[in-house]
């Protein structure tokens, strides 16, 4: 499932209006979202007062169930304390798989990978980088 909501939010040029914020995205029953990150359009918001763009930095989970990839981005700005974000992300992992049906956990455990970025540019570089390692693949 894939969430988001209306956030208030406060452009440089002091402005404050609401935009559209996605919290998660599951890119396999979404996979407009996927293409959404991949050309830097998710969270990008734009300013009504003065036209400004840009991004919202807010925790943003990535699930692709297909690739087994679960993912958080957090605010560049939080990468000196990377430590408490990976914790966090260990704790919702942990919550996550305890919610869940013994098979269906012993898939999470057993094949999917969880990381935590900082920055949804270092998820676009991830999500290019694999891309670009299937296409080698496929030439081989
Ligand atoms: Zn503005």
């Known amino acids: 499932m894939s969430t988001g909501s209306n956030v208030d939010i406060t452009c440089e040029c002091g402005h404050h209006f609401k935009g559209w914020l996605w919290q998660s995205a599951n890119v396999t029953a979404s996979p407009d979202l996927r293409g959404k990150i991949l050309?830097?359009?998710?969270?990008?918001?734009?300013?009504?007062?003065?036209?400004?763009?840009?991004?919202v930095e807010i925790p943003f989970l990535y699930h692709d169930m297909a690739a087994r990839e679960w993912i958080w981005v957090y605010p560049l700005q939080q990468e000196q304390q990377g430590g408490d974000a990976r914790e966090k992300v260990q704790e919702m992992w942990e919550q996550l798989k305890s919610s869940l049906p013994d098979d269906a956990r012993r898939v999470f455990e057993e094949e999917y990978r969880v990381l935590v970025l900082f920055g949804m540019d270092a998820l676009?570089?991830?999500l290019q980088g694999k891309q670009l390692k299937e296409s080698e693949s496929l030439s081989n």
Request: proline share 5%.
């Open 39 to 55: 050309r830097g359009q998710l969270n990008l918001v734009t300013c009504p007062s003065c036209d400004r763009r840009f991004y």
């Open 124 to 126: 676009v570089y991830y």
